[in-house]
T-cell receptor, first 111, second 111 residues
Framework: DAKTTQPNSMESNEEEPVHLPCNHS???????IHWYRQLPSQGPEYVIH???SNVNNRMASLAIAEDRKSSTLILHRATLRDAAVYYC????????????FGKGTHLIIQP | NAGVTQTPKFRVLKTGQSMTLLCAQD?????MYWYRQDPGMGLRLIHY???????AKGEVPDGYNVSRLKKQNFLLGLESAAPSQTSVYFC??????????FGPGTRLTVL
């Protein structure tokens, strides 16, 4: 299975943009890039996903490198409520065999 | 919609006792999953189901059994609990493929 690499932790200031990187150099052509986040004492929450093109939704943007070996989750204006562990996950398109979570990036937001 | 609910929220067992965790979803999702999360770690898939009456093993299935008798419910059973099964258990569901919706978790301690 293709693996992802993320920094253990990142720190940012409130109301500033945050760029969370993820490396996935062994990604295959059918792998989708998913991002989930987990707030303290809660279950994971879907953030965004993409295949090749950059994606935007109300929560965040996903920028995917042209060679697809890396991606960046962008929170445009961080709030204290964005403090969470962010997971970058690869999932085969059409697959049903669950998500493989790494340790993720612990995002700390300073007021 | 309640989304994904889990029962119970907390439980303490003695080694060798048995119990069943219940997951219910009201979104008419086909796929359901059970994960466990140990301290400081990402989630790991225990078992999953792609439809009523079906189950399949995930990454860490030993010591657990599951049943999906009704589309909306997915049960996780521990026949003889062990301290190594102390963890937080999360249930998730998805329509067919894509975004997974997670429950709030069950915190289980085995003494």
């Amino acid at each position: 299975d293709a693996k992802t690499t993320q920094p253990n932790s990142m720190e940012s200031n409130e109301e500033e943009p945050v760029h969370l990187p993820c490396n996935h150099s062994t990604i295959s052509g059918t792998d989708y890039i998913h991002w989930y986040r987990q707030l303290p004492s809660q279950g994971p929450e879907y953030v965004i996903h993409g295949l090749t093109s950059n994606v935007n939704n109300r929560m965040a943007s996903l920028a995917i490198a042209e060679d697809r070996k890396s991606s960046t989750l962008i929170l445009h204006r961080a709030t204290l409520r964005d403090a969470a562990v962010y997971y970058c996950i690869l999932e085969k398109g059409g697959g049903a065999d669950g998500l493989t979570f790494g340790k993720g990036t612990h995002l700390i937001i300073q007021p | 919609n309640a989304g994904v609910t889990q029962t119970p929220k907390f439980r303490v067992l003695k080694t060798g006792q048995s119990m069943t965790l219940l997951c219910a979803q009201d979104m008419n999702h086909e796929y359901m999953y059970w994960y466990r999360q140990d301290p400081g770690m990402g989630l790991r898939l225990i078992h999953y189901s792609v439809g009523e009456g079906t189950t399949a093993k995930g990454e860490v299935p030993d010591g657990y059994n599951v049943s999906r008798l009704k589309k909306q419910n997915f049960l996780l059973g521990l026949e003889s609990a062990a301290p190594s099964q102390t963890s937080v258990y999360f249930c998730a569901s998805s329509y067919i493929w894509g975004e997974q919706f997670f429950g709030p978790g069950t915190r289980l301690t085995v003494l």
